[in-house]
């Protein structure tokens, strides 16, 4: 992908990421693409060895990636984490785009709001009555900021995200289209044949440098607060029940779930279709397989699979076990056969003495 009048020569674009390169340092590059879709004046990458044959047919003059390709008659960009240099290299070519500050026509602010001059509320964006938006962030149309909400400085709040009543959110938080933070928590009663709602009067607070995906939900304390430490990154539709309490630099991809006042601790790592009951405590630096079911604490560092969850290396081999069952169950079968014939035999034998 091309980037708009952006160009650096490879020995630039080392100094400027903090890299080393190896090969012609004039070469000028003008975009970032993939290893199969580059062409000539491209910076391309391999952060996955699975692609390293891909690397001999690519147009692109340079390669980002941890060490020197050998045979390969490329220059090469070098970092010891070429997924963290790539991000650096693509926001260099693809610079954000900040929003001119101001409260645009068609947005609605109440007269008891404050909103810092170099914030932007964008046309169609709502800051309710005694809500607080900090310096440079910006709430684009249909953000809901609601009543004596907080917001602070450098977020974004993409089209219709909602931070609820009394909730808050650190610096440099993101907020992806149709998130949703401080929704009620799921209480509900029993009583006599249905159910009686409990009040969810408590509040979220999302620390600094966190990001939630799309149509993610952080449901409100029942009382107290729900909260996510700094640093962690949820993907897209994932539900965060109330009272929880996640760590910090903790990651969740998709299509997980965290039942109410369970806590997650800091360094943690979800895969996809991760579920967690609920009062649960999970510890620093585990690391929860895709599709786990976690039904009670994990408080070791490790890596879980299964569900119910267990260590990796025995969910493993379980697997293995599972799978080799038909096979299994056929030869129980045959040898069940085999002896209803010998018995068989042996009875009539008996019957001729």
């Known amino acids: 992908m091309v980037s708009k009048g952006i160009s650096y ?13 190896e090969g012609e340092g004039s070469i000028r590059l003008t975009g970032v693409a993939p290893l199969d879709s580059a062409r000539e ?7 996955n060895p699975r692609y390293v044959k891909a690397v001999e047919s690519t147009l ?3 390669i980002l990636c941890d060490k020197a390709i050998p045979k390969v008659h490329k220059s090469f960009l070098l970092a010891s984490n070429p997924y963290a240099a790539l991000a650096k290299v693509i926001s260099l070519f693809f610079p954000p785009k900040a929003p001119a500050p101001g409260i645009r026509k068609g947005a609605w602010v109440d007269s008891t709001a404050s909103v810092h001059p170099r914030a932007c509320v964008a046309n ?38 909602t931070l609820r009543e009394n909730c808050v959110l650190g610096d440099r938080v993101i907020l992806q289209p149709g998130a949703v933070v401080g ?4 209480g509900f009663a029993p009583e006599g044949e249905g159910y009686r709602k409990i009040p969810q009067v408590g509040n979220v607070v999302i620390e600094d440098d966190v990001e ?4 993610t939900c952080v449901d409100r304390a029942v009382l107290g607060t729900t909260r996510i430490g700094k640093g962690t990154k949820l993907d897209n539709l994932i539900q965060v029940g109330h009272n929880v309490v996640i760590g910090r630099h903790t990651v969740m ?6 039942s109410g006042s369970t806590q997650v601790g800091n360094h943690v790592v979800m895969g996809g279709q991760v579920g967690l009951a609920g009062h649960l405590h999970i510890g620093d630096h585990v690391t929860l397989a895709t599709r786990t079911g976690v039904m009670e604490d994990i408080l070791e560092k490790g890596v879980y699979w299964g569900s119910p969850s267990c260590e990796m290396s025995v969910e493993m081999k379980n697997v293995a076990a599972y799978r080799q069952l038909p096979e299994l169950l056929k030869r ?3 040898l069940e056969k085999a002896l209803e014939k010998l018995h068989g035999l042996r009875g009539k034998e008996s019957h001729g003495k």
């Open 332 to 334: 129980i079968r045959n």
């Open 60 to 62: 692109a003059p340079v």
């Open 183 to 186: 929704s009620d928590g799921f």
């Open 124 to 161: 169609g964006a709502t800051v309710a009555a005694g809500a607080r938006v900090g310096a440079r962030s910006v709430l684009y149309s249909g953000a809901y900021v609601g009543e004596d909400a907080v917001v602070g400085e450098d977020c974004l709040l993409y089209p219709n995200t």
């Open 41 to 47: 004046g491209d910076l391309t990458f391999l952060t």
């Open 9 to 21: 020569s490879l020995e630039n674009l080392a100094r400027e990421i903090g890299a080393t390169f």
């Open 253 to 258: 991809a998709a299509l997980s779930g965290i």
């Open 212 to 215: 939630l995906g799309a149509n």
